[in-house]
């Protein structure tokens, strides 16, 4: 079986790193970036199986990012999760509405939820 890429578009160095190495480990292959626009050109370029999304980053936000997949035909089965520290429930509900599978919020979890919560989601997609 194909390994499986995974995009994490987040601007939070140490957080990406550890997600990262965790994801690693787990045999996945890892492309990080840090901003919304570097995030929608590897979206677009690398066609990955799974895409870990934080809102709140430079250049364009993850809701603009989040639109602007599910608005290309191409890209727009690619799941995404949104991994945010913004928990409010019209926060949530707008990810949701813009097609994000799932919404993390950083502060509630931990690494290995993450971990867990990327795996069922690509089990459940292919």
């Not at 194909?2 to 996945?28: M, N, P, Q, W």
């Amino acid at each position: 079986m194909a390994v499986r890429k995974i995009l994490i578009a987040e601007d939070e160095t140490f957080l990406r790193s550890i997600i990262k190495s965790k994801l690693a480990k787990s045999g996945y292959e890892v492309i990080e970036v840090e901003d919304g626009e570097a995030a929608l050109r590897s979206i677009q370029n690398d066609k990955p199986d799974l895409v870990l999304l934080d809102l709140m980053m430079p250049k364009m936000n993850g809701y603009d990012v989040l639109k602007k997949i599910k608005e290309d035909p191409e890209l727009a089965n690619i799941p995404v999760i949104v991994l945010s520290n913004l928990g409010q429930d019209s926060d949530i509900e707008k990810g949701k509405e813009l097609g994000a599978v799932d919404y993390i919020v950083k502060s509630n979890v931990s690494i290995n939820e993450v971990l867990k919560k990327v795996e069922d989601t690509i089990n459940s997609s292919s």
